[in-house]
């Protein structure tokens, strides 16, 4: 067994309690709107990005997505309000 079949081997058996039926606590999320941070100005191709992976999340979660165009010092105060967004769940950054 190679290094990265032996690696591949560890992760699955580390992850094997997740895939367990977790359909409970999936049913709830999401509970309200997911608002996706994109670091670059509207209309560019991040923004274009950004819009089509919300509406397909949209479509699939069942919950609207906006997007949210925090421009400003290179991307790094949409990193910012992204790190400091409580961690849960509802706020990604792109």
Same mark, same amino acid.
């Given at each position: 067994m190679n290094r990265s079949s032996f690696r /591949?081997?560890?992760a699955f058996f580390a992850l094997l309690p997740a895939l367990q039926d977790t359909s409970?606590?999936?049913? =709830?999320?999401?509970?309200?709107?997911?608002?996706l941070i994109v670091p670059f100005p509207p209309g560019g191709?991040?923004? =274009?990005?950004g819009r089509l992976v919300a509406q397909r999340l949209s =479509?699939?979660?069942?919950?609207?997505?906006?997007?949210d165009n925090r421009v400003?010092?290179?991307?790094?105060?949409? =990193?910012?309000?992204a790190a400091r967004a409580k961690?849960?769940?509802?706020? /990604?950054?792109?």
């Amino acid at each position: 067994m190679n290094r990265s079949s032996f690696r /591949l081997a560890v992760a699955f058996f580390a992850l094997l309690p997740a895939l367990q039926d977790t359909s409970a606590a999936a049913q =709830t999320y999401p509970e309200h709107v997911i608002r996706l941070i994109v670091p670059f100005p509207p209309g560019g191709g991040n923004d =274009t990005l950004g819009r089509l992976v919300a509406q397909r999340l949209s =479509t699939r979660l069942g919950q609207q997505v906006i997007v949210d165009n925090r421009v400003g010092a290179g991307g790094n105060l949409g =990193t910012e309000l992204a790190a400091r967004a409580k961690p849960d769940g509802y706020t /990604l950054r792109s």
